[in-house]
């Protein structure tokens, strides 16, 4: 037996075993939603829950016993021994944004962080050595990401969207206002920070000119709606971010750790939801609240870079807002309580997603354990 083998036999009987998570950013999506099942399951006590973290970002979460583990860190003695216990005794990898490369039998399953309505052949594709990768329904079996292997497709929904079945967040409580309604915009990228350009040439539909940025947010301050506009973890953000409006607010991953709140919680407890070609349509039609979907540039998102998706079967349950007028329209319906597509979109919700029972992280849990013998 070589001395590499022996070691790691040694370090499996030694130390207990590890069960890696990761998502971008830290602490968030399906991932964070199944850390914290394990955690309730009392996991923490029988392995290590090992957070892969890519910047020195550790004192977010501190809950549970959470380790954090950086792979590049190896300086020290200290840091490379615990790496390598890390390293070498895991069990299962579970994953949403980052594919961590298996070395093992280990098991390891991508929760994926959204499901299509774009084209993502070439975008987006699972490694091979990925044992699993979950969908949000039976729905998106096909069309999850670009790999061909469809027999290690699961459809047991997305754990980060049992959110929507808990009690709301009081959003005028968590930001100190009083009787206004909130309505948060999720707009998918269009220029990513690393040069890619998808459809339009604006970075932001709408808001692109100080002029519509103005009048819409005259309307929205009529009306005391405010909205909240965080753009893409991945866009650049270079042309909007020195817009100072009072009622569009632009926030960043910060503003939920600063709130100590989730992004989903923070969805569920906004009035109404303004995306475009976003997964986050699916998600949030579990919230049955109004949806409008920004579609000022979609032909220009047809031709490239398509879709994988039926966009206008799909997306029949969110309002159409082509112009600045169609979205003061938005806003005044949002104020006076408005809902006039929710025949439609509570449709699409019943197909997009496995369940509504709000169980997925259970669900997706036990698939885990059952897979990787926990």
């Not at 399951?41 to 020195?56: S, T, V």
């Not at 929760?111 to 084209?119: D, E, F, M, Q, R």
């Not at 009622?247 to 923070?266: A, C, V």
Request: with cysteine; net charge positive; hydrophobic share 35%.
């Amino acid at each position: 037996m070589n001395a590499k083998k022996y070691l790691g036999l040694l370090v499996g009987k030694c130390f207990k075993k590890s069960i890696i998570f990761e998502s971008i950013p830290n602490y968030s999506d399906n991932t964070f939603a199944i850390y914290q099942e394990f955690l309730k399951r009392g996991y923490a006590k029988k392995y290590y829950l090992i957070w892969c973290i890519e910047d020195n970002d550790v004192a977010v979460y501190k809950k549970g016993g959470l380790v954090h583990w950086n792979p590049s860190q190896r300086k020290t003695l200290t840091e490379k021994i615990r790496n390598y216990i890390y390293y070498s005794n895991r069990v299962c990898i579970i994953s949403c944004n980052r594919f961590i490369k298996k070395e093992r039998d280990e098991l390891a399953i991508n929760l994926t962080h959204g499901s299509p309505l774009k084209n993502v052949k070439g975008f987006y594709r699972t490694p091979d050595y990925y044992d699993y990768i979950v969908a949000q329904s039976d729905a998106f079996i096909d069309k999850t990401d670009d790999s061909s292997y469809q027999k290690k497709k699961r459809a047991l929904g997305f754990p980060r969207n049992d959110v929507f079945s808990k009690p709301r967040k009081d959003i005028n409580k968590l930001l100190s206002t009083k009787d206004v309604k909130y309505i948060v915009w999720y707009p998918t990228y269009r220029k990513h920070k690393n040069g890619l350009q998808t459809g339009s040439k604006n970075a932001l539909p709408i808001l692109h000119n100080i002029e519509n940025a103005s009048i819409v947010n005259q309307v929205a301050r009529e009306n005391d709606v405010i909205i909240i506009l965080k753009p893409h973890f991945a866009q650049d953000v270079t042309e909007i971010k020195d817009l100072h409006l009072s009622n569009i607010r632009i926030i960043d991953d910060s503003f939920f750790k600063e709130h100590s709140i989730t992004s989903y919680e923070f969805l569920h407890g906004c009035d109404a939801l303004l995306t475009d070609y976003s997964s986050v349509y699916y998600d949030y039609t579990l919230s049955d609240h109004p949806i409008g979907a920004v579609w000022e540039d979609i032909e220009d998102f047809r031709k490239s870079p398509g879709f994988d998706m039926d966009i206008d079967f799909w997306m029949k349950g969110a309002e159409k807002i082509y112009t600045c007028q169609d979205l003061c329209e938005f806003i005044q319906r949002i104020a006076d309580g408005k809902d006039i597509l929710a025949k439609e979109r509570r449709e699409i919700r019943d197909l997009a997603n496995y369940s509504t029972d709000g169980k997925n992280s259970e669900r997706v849990v036990d698939f885990i354990v059952k897979e990787a013998k926990l």
